[in-house]
């Protein structure tokens, strides 16, 4: 994960240079190279596959959309705590490495300073992920100028006291020192790990080298050539590789990740004999596939003029298609007693560092953080939920925004969705966020009216393979509409049909609405 998505040509050039291939939408490989050296001449241009930041599905390679400063740091717990997950639930006698994978994210000073790395750093160290390593890019640089400008945290304390295990790379270029650092983290089996690596912004450029002029612009041609003569470079090539160097990386990292991939599915391949049933799991959930039977027993609810609130209709449709997807995972940022999500079924659990098998999610009151693990979940392909107060949806739009970029169908449950929500007054309650949520592009919103369009919602829900989607849901009860009277609730999967209609004439007034 490259968290500091600004210096994303740090991550093309290896893609190009390790000659990563590109994977279209249906997981098929057609052959050609990720990262060409034509799309990195056009970096930052229209339909480049290098684009300004990293954009997953649109650069093989890339494993996660980054830009926004903290969120790849965010979305690598998520990642993380899926991996805990799919080996508590998938890891078997003679298969104790089938899911084994560690996740590390780079990160820089500006992920330092913005909030949701504060957020994720502290679950991650409560939750004692220690496949997880963040690497800190520490340089001391931002746009406006040095750090000590606007920031003086000593990280290394902050994350001791976040329950991480902090080691210290004093010089970027001392490959000894940060082997050892790596050894470190792959050494650790009780918590994540910062490696604070200290370096020079700019490093070799004799006059922007540790000044801002090497962050936010482009070191021109003078500059450029003079950067080169340090290097022993010929100042006179431009996108040059050396002779030998796509050998290097064919037979150093290419190899090690092809034989890496072909030892898994080898090993996937023994595993389906021995587990035939949780192979099969395995192979519906990376191909965005639901189970056979995922929505029987789903309820249905009667006429009724005093009805339930449209959260309460949800708890009862949640908990009986979350028995039916063994990996329909999540939770609330400190609210699933009012927003009625959690899983109440036998063995559903609490996942916890001392049990990562369990698919009841605690975020804590960090709405944003939670909105970027639920990406990394979903990354992992996972089917997670976060769920929250509507008018919190502030708090984790940054986060909700790429949901929607990265087409993951993540699903967001939002109760108390009017100002009809009790005694908590004006600043809970939610007026101009439905029109936010349905003006994002790619992001699917659906405020059921009664019981029964819940059920119809999450029916359309759980299908999305490539959206992610918004259920808005009441606090107040509301009537259950008698479906023999009034239209079918499943016309709600057509975004919008007739309740009730003129018999035989025009209407004089036509009546729109949603929700509560």
């Not at 300004?52 to 903290?70: A, F």
């Not at 050494?187 to 700019?202: A, E, F, K, M, Q």
């Not at 087409?407 to 109760?415: D, G, R």
């Amino acid at each position: 994960v490259l968290s500091m998505g600004h210096a994303s040509m740090l991550l093309y050039s290896l893609l190009h240079l390790t000659e990563v291939r590109a994977v279209n939408k249906d997981y098929e490989t057609p052959g050609e190279v990720s990262v060409p050296l034509d799309s990195i001449k056009s970096f930052r241009q229209l339909d480049s596959r290098c684009p300004g930041h990293p954009e997953y599905r649109w650069t093989s390679g890339v494993e996660t959309t980054t830009g926004p400063l903290g969120q790849g740091v965010a979305t690598s717990v998520g990642m993380a705590s899926a991996r805990q997950w799919l080996a508590a639930r998938y890891n078997r006698p003679g298969f104790e490495n089938l899911f084994d994978f560690n996740v590390y994210a780079m990160c820089g000073d500006g992920c330092m300073m913005e909030g949701i790395s504060n957020e994720a750093a502290s679950l991650a160290g409560h939750l004692r992920l220690s496949n997880l390593c963040w690497i800190y890019d520490n340089n001391h640089i931002t746009i406006e100028g040095n750090t000590s400008l606007a920031f003086s945290d000593d990280v290394a304390t902050r994350f001791i006291g976040y329950g991480w295990n902090v080691t210290r790379v004093g010089d970027a270029n001392d490959l000894d020192m940060l082997c050892r650092a790596f050894d470190t983290f792959l050494s650790t089996n009780d918590r994540p790990t910062l490696i604070i690596v200290d370096s020079h912004i700019g490093y070799g450029a004799p006059n922007k080298q540790d000044t801002s002029g090497a962050h936010g612009e482009a070191l021109g041609e003078d500059e450029i050539r003079l950067a080169k003569r340090n290097y022993g470079w010929p100042e006179d090539k431009k996108f040059y590789v050396p002779d030998g160097v796509y050998d290097h990386f064919r037979q150093g990292i290419g190899r090690r990740g092809k034989q890496l991939r072909d030892d898994w599915f080898t090993q996937i391949g023994e595993y389906r004999k021995h587990y035939p049933e949780l192979a099969e799991e395995l192979f519906r959930m990376q191909h965005r596939q639901l189970p056979e039977g995922w929505d029987r027993n789903l309820p249905e609810f009667p006429a009724d003029p005093k009805g339930l609130a449209t959260r309460e209709s949800s708890a009862k449709v949640l908990n009986a298609v979350a028995k039916n997807i063994p990996w329909f995972i999540g939770g609330a940022a400190d609210l699933a007693p009012s927003t009625k999500t959690r899983l109440t079924f036998e063995d559903a659990g609490d996942f916890s560092a001392e049990n990562y098998a369990g698919r009841n999610f605690h975020f804590g009151i960090r709405e944003h953080a939670m909105g970027a693990i639920v990406n990394g979940m979903s990354l992992v392909k996972v089917r997670p939920f976060g769920s929250g107060f509507f008018t919190f949806v502030d708090y984790m739009r940054g986060s909700l925004r790429l949901s929607a970029l990265m087409e993951l169908p993540v699903i967001y449950v939002f109760t108390h969705d009017s100002i009809g929500l009790g005694e908590d007054g004006p600043t809970h309650q939610p007026i101009e966020h439905l029109a936010h949520m349905r003006s994002m592009p790619g992001l699917i919103v659906i405020r059921p009216a009664d019981a029964n369009e819940v059920t119809e919602a999450w029916k359309v829900i759980l299908q999305l393979h490539h959206a992610p989607a918004v259920l808005v849901l009441c606090r107040q009860s509301v009537p259950t509409i008698d479906r023999a009277k009034y239209g079918p609730a499943a016309g709600l999967t057509r975004g919008a049909y007739v309740l009730t209609d003129t018999s035989g004439t025009d209407p004089e007034v036509i009546l729109i609405g949603t929700g509560s």
